[in-house]
C-alpha cells in the first residue's frame, strides 16, 4: 500500500504518542516531526521520542527561509499533508507559490482558510468580538471582558469589571500569548506571599496586588485582556471538524491537576457547533472552557491545533479522534 506522508511542523511530541498507537493498524500511515531547534536553549523541548522520520529546521524566523524549508521538506519526504502551527502565519497567501514548486500533490491542512481569522483566533479579545456577531439565541457563553493598553485604560477597565464580575475578581493576561503565559489574578488587599518580586514579562502565574500591578505598568503595553475570574470547573474539548463541521469530538472535565473524565454536556457541545462553523474549522481543534459563579461553561479560548491530552481522551474511553481525523482530512 502507498504511504500516506503526514508533516506536523512545530507541534507537541503528543502526536507521535497519537500516531504511534494509530499506525498499529495502519502501517501505510508514516509522520515527520520537526520543531524549531534539536537543542534546548530556554526553548521547549518537543520530543519525548524520536519519530519516524525527524526533520530539525534551524532557520532563521523570516517568510522567505520558511517557505524555502517547507517547499525542500515536502519534496524531500513525499509529503501528503503538511500541518504546519508555529509559522502557520507566513503559509497564508503563499499556497499557491509553494504548490508550484512542488514535484508531487501535497495538501496543507489549516486551521482556518486565511490570516484574518487565524489572527483573531490568536488574539483573545478580538476572538471575543468576532463570535459575538454570530451569537444568535446567545449561544455562546463569555465571561466578563475588556481590554487596555495604558495603565489610565486599565484602572478604567478594571473598576467597570470588579463591580460586575460574578466572582467579584478581576484577572488579566496577553490578548496574545500560549499557555496561560502572563496570567495575573488581581486582588486589592493582597497578602505579603503576594508582594515578592515579579514584573509585567513574568511568564507565571501570580496572584498580585491590584495596586502594586498598576504601578509597574508602563505609559503603554501590548494588550492586555482583563476577565472575570472563573475558577469552577474546567472543560477542554478536543475536535476533529471538516469545513466547519465537527465529525468527532470527546469533552474532558478537568476533576483535579492529575485526575480528567470523559463527559457528554449539550452546552458546551453547542457552544463548539457553533464556533466550528463560524470559524470553519478544518482538522484538529481544542476549546478551553470554564464555569462561572452560575455553573455556566464560558468559552476561554479557542487551541487551532491537537492538544496534549487527545490521546488521554481516547484512553478514557473516548471516540477514536485520530480515526475520524484520518478518514474526516486525509482525504483528497
Same mark, same amino acid.
Given at each position: 500500500?502507498?504511504?500516506t506522508?503526514i ?7 503528543e502526536?507521535n504518542?497519537v500516531?504511534?498507537e494509530?499506525?498499529?493498524n ?9 520543531s ?5 536553549k530556554?526553548?521547549f523541548d %518537543? =520530543?519525548?521520542q524520536?519519530?519516524?522520520? #525527524?526533520?530539525?529546521? *534551524?532557520?532563521?524566523d523570516k517568510? +522567505?527561509?520558511?517557505?524555502?524549508f517547507c ?6 519526504f513525499k509529503v501528503s499533508?503538511?500541518m504546519?502551527?508555529s509559522?502557520?502565519?507566513y503559509i497564508y497567501?503563499k499556497?499557491?507559490y509553494?504548490?508550484s514548486?512542488?514535484?508531487h500533490?501535497?495538501e496543507i491542512?489549516?486551521?482556518?482558510n486565511?490570516?484574518?481569522l487565524?489572527?483573531k483566533?490568536?488574539?483573545?479579545y ?5 463570535l ?7 449561544v455562546l457563553k463569555f465571561? %466578563? =471582558?475588556?481590554?487596555a493598553?495604558?495603565p #489610565?485604560?486599565f484602572a *478604567?477597565?478594571?473598576?467597570?469589571l +470588579?463591580?460586575?464580575a460574578?466572582?467579584?475578581?478581576v484577572?488579566?493576561k496577553?490578548s496574545?500569548?500560549?499557555?496561560g ?8 488587599n493582597?497578602s505579603?506571599?503576594?508582594?515578592f ?7 507565571t502565574f501570580h496572584?498580585?496586588?491590584?495596586n502594586e500591578f498598576?504601578?509597574?505598568l508602563p505609559d503603554s ?6 476577565m472575570d475570574?472563573l475558577?469552577?470547573?474546567?472543560y477542554?474539548?478536543d475536535c476533529v471538524?471538516?469545513d466547519g ?7 474532558r472535565k478537568k ?5 480528567q473524565?470523559i463527559?457528554?454536556?449539550?452546552v458546551?457541545?453547542n457552544?463548539?457547533?457553533r464556533i466550528a462553523?463560524?470559524?470553519k474549522?478544518?482538522g484538529?481543534?481544542?476549546l478551553q ?10 468559552l476561554?479560548?479557542?487551541?487551532p491545533?491537537?492538544?496534549?491530552g487527545?490521546m488521554?481522551g481516547?484512553?478514557m474511553?473516548?471516540?477514536d479522534l ?7 482530512c486525509?482525504?483528497?
Open positions: 500500500m502507498k504511504k506522508v508533516w506536523y511542523n512545530h507541534f507537541f511530541s502526536i504518542k500516531f504511534s494509530y499506525k498499529k495502519h502501517a501505510h500511515l508514516e509522520v515527520v516531526f520537526s524549531k531547534s534539536s537543542s534546548k530556554g526553548d %518537543f =520530543y519525548t524520536e519519530p519516524d522520520l #525527524s526533520v530539525y529546521d *534551524n532557520f532563521e517568510q +522567505r527561509a520558511y517557505i524555502s517547499i525542500d521538506t515536502i519534496n524531500k499533508f503538511f504546519p502551527f509559522f502557520l502565519k497567501g499556497e499557491e509553494i504548490q514548486q512542488l514535484n500533490t501535497c491542512i489549516k486551521p482556518v486565511n490570516q484574518e487565524f489572527d483566533i490568536d488574539n483573545k478580538e476572538n471575543y468580538e468576532f459575538k456577531r454570530f451569537n444568535e439565541n446567545e465571561p %466578563f =471582558y475588556e481590554k493598553t495604558t #489610565s485604560d *478604567n477597565k478594571y473598576e467597570k +470588579r463591580d460586575i460574578k466572582s467579584n475578581v484577572c488579566c496577553p496574545v500569548g500560549v499557555f503565559l502572563g496570567f495575573k489574578k488581581l486582588h486589592e493582597a505579603k506571599e503576594d508582594k518580586k515579579w514584573s509585567l514579562s513574568d511568564k496572584n498580585v496586588g491590584y498598576v504601578e509597574i503595553f501590548k494588550e492586555l485582556i482583563l475570574y475558577n469552577k470547573d474546567e477542554s474539548v471538524c471538516k463541521e465537527i465529525k468527532s469530538y470527546n469533552i476533576v483535579s491537576s492529575s485526575k473524565v463527559i457528554e454536556d449539550d458546551i457541545l457552544q463548539c457547533i462553523k463560524i470559524y474549522f478544518n484538529f481543534i481544542n472552557f470554564m464555569e462561572d459563579n452560575d455553573g455556566i461553561p464560558n476561554l479560548e479557542i487551541n491545533r491537537m492538544s496534549g487527545v488521554k481516547q484512553s474511553g473516548g471516540n485520530v480515526s475520524a481525523f484520518v478518514q474526516n486525509l482525504v483528497k
